[in-house]
């Protein structure tokens, strides 16, 4: 593999440019060579991490399945794809990002595309190695929209830079919130109270950059559901504190919500849900818990029935995929092999890593071309960056079809945003009498950021999971079944709600292929009836 920058023919055109009176002429461009027979694929990760452990095992799945099918195909010859781990540290060992920076400019020479990132305080110090050699680096774990932003800010230093998963914080705390509205309007039937009547919330948040807009962002869409939030957001350590955790849950327990809001990415996560399910019982847990996605943390209580069980019982999560929930027809077959090469483990967000490597082969066997003179494969960066870039390159993925915000086309109330056309081909505005305007709650970015993931129903909307009791048969004197983490929203509320649940971005009232009823405890609904 080798990155070629013809650096004459660029000096040149910068001369003739800058003669000519051009301040920003137009960055250089970089030719990848393919050679050897392979592509080689960087993960940059902390490998012994749950986080990086998940983004690997994506990746290797989905080189597996390349190579299956005979690998990258450019112009009539093969080249077989090969992961290459590169251990950043950066979850436990060194969030500052200074050891990925080590580790990535030790391999940048040995890989031709890089895939992975997580801690967002990391990420973006030891990216710029990436950057600066001219590799496209697909983002698989660190969501916060200021690593996005640089595009916009330096398309020419930056335009490598792409999100594979998640999409970014704005939209995480929107898709909390949508997911409690549904659970809320479920919750007040149940407890037969009007639609208007008010409840109640609590935050809880890791203390790390990714999180901060976030909550902001859920503060501010609380009021729209009729949802108050009882304290000003409780700020955690993610590594997990237990006073400090019992501490809070304390509180919580004074002011009695009907919900509590997790922020949460970290260990502190498991911590959370012990306490929360004895110091507070009565109130449901809905939010982003990462650790709730995963079984490992519950194991010794998965086989237990109800009333007994995990503490992550029915705690509804923000997530990517859950048991037989099917966003697309590549869903189901993906996480039957996931689960099946980690002895049944589910997938964090960060296995996404397996489409963001599926769609980077789609866009090598788009625009390479191959040498019989030479032979070599090669592909020219600009190029297969404006195939991500252009919508009619949508993909269908196991979450849903991936495509990416455009550059900005205008500008509103001082921030770059999407103009109408880039909007027009993005959503379907028609098909639900939406008005395009630009102001500060509509196209601007953040957070419809250039390289990020689209948005909205029939784009990427994530899923909203439960942990529900599965089985209760009786076998003897047991009751056989398993706690299984099942998919709850989107969900379908019937037609009289399409105006409702509908807003800039598409129509919510909908469910997905799998999607199961929602599970509301009879002690909360009982405990909160007025």
């Known amino acids: 593999m080798k990155r070629i920058v013809p650096v004459v023919m660029v000096s040149l055109l910068v001369t003739v440019l ?58 009539g010859v093969s080249y077989i794809l090969e992961v290459v781990p590169i251990e950043t540290g950066e979850e436990t060992v060194d969030p500052t990002g ?16 890089i895939l992975g990132g997580f801690r967002t305080e990391a990420v973006e110090v ?28 330096d398309y020419a230093g930056y335009r490598f830079w792409f999100k594979g998963s998640p999409y970014n914080e704005y939209f995480m705390g929107r898709s909390v919130v949508k997911i409690l509205e549904a659970v809320a309007m479920k919750l007040r039937e149940q407890m037969g109270v009007l639609p208007s009547y008010t409840l109640n919330a609590s935050i809880v948040a890791d203390n790390l950059v990714w999180a901060y807009q976030q909550v902001v962002v859920i503060t501010e869409l609380l009021k ?29 327990a004074v002011s009695d919500p009907q919900f509590i809001i ?58 990517t995929w859950a048991e037989d929930l099917n966003q697309t027809s590549k869903t189901g077959p993906f996480l039957a092999a996931f689960m099946n090469s980690t002895s049944g483990e589910y997938p964090l967000y960060t296995a996404a890593t397996y489409d963001a490597l599926l769609g980077l082969r789609a866009a090598v066997e788009a625009v390479a071309s191959y040498d019989a003179e030479e032979g070599i494969a090669y592909a020219w960066a600009d190029d297969i960056i404006q195939w991500l870039e252009d919508p009619a390159n949508a993909r269908v993925a196991t979450t849903g079809n991936i495509t990416y915000y455009p550059g900005p086309g205008t500008a509103a109330a001082g921030k770059p945003a999407l103009a109408e056309a880039q909007v027009g081909s993005l959503y379907p505005l028609d098909s639900y009498n939406y008005t395009y305007t630009y102001d500060a709650k509509d196209w601007t970015m953040p957070a419809h950021t250039t390289h990020d993931l689209v948005y909205g129903p029939g784009l990427l909307t994530g899923v909203g999971a439960q942990w529900q009791w ?25 037609d009289a709600y399409d105006e409702a649940l509908t807003d800039q971005y598409g129509c919510w009232n909908f469910a997905y292929n799998g999607t199961v ?13 007025p």
């Not at 000519?20 to 137009?26: D, E, H, K, Q, V």
């Not at 200074?98 to 595309?113: M, S």
């Not at 030891?126 to 800010?153: K, P, W």
């Not at 009823?517 to 405990?527: E, S, W």
């Open 470 to 494: 599965v089985g209760n048969e009786t076998v003897g004197n047991e009751t056989v079944g398993e706690w299984k983490k099942v998919g709850v929203w989107p969900m379908d509320f019937g």
């Open 126 to 153: 030891y990216r710029t190695v990436a950057m600066d050699n001219g590799v496209i680096f697909i983002d698989c774990g660190a969501g916060t929209e200021a690593l996005q932003h640089s595009v916009v800010d």
């Open 18 to 75: 800058l003669l000519a009176g051009c301040i920003n002429p137009p960055p250089p461009p970089v030719r990848y060579v393919f050679e050897d027979g392979k592509i080689n694929i960087g993960i940059v990760a902390e490998l012994n991490s749950t986080a990086g452990a998940m983004q690997l095992t994506g990746a290797t799945l989905a080189q597996d399945a390349i190579n299956r099918n005979g690998g990258i195909h450019i112009g």
């Open 262 to 319: 997790p922020v949460l990415s970290a260990d502190a996560g498991v911590l959370y849900d012990t306490l929360r399910s004895s110091s507070v019982p009565n109130a449901m847990s809905v939010g982003i818990n990462l650790k709730a996605q995963l079984k490992s943390p519950w194991s010794d209580n998965l086989t237990t029935a109800p009333p007994g069980g995990p503490a992550c019982a029915y705690e509804v999560v923000v997530d």
């Open 224 to 252: 729209d559901i009729n949802v108050n939030l009882v304290h000003t957001p409780y700020w955690v350590d993610s590594t997990g504190n237990t006073v400090a955790m019992q501490n809070v849950m304390t509180s919580i």
């Open 98 to 113: 200074l050891t990925g920076k080590t580790a990535l400019a030790a391999a940048i020479d040995g890989v031709d595309f």
């Open 517 to 529: 009823a929602l599970v509301i405890p009879q002690n909360i609904i009982d405990y909160h009836k």
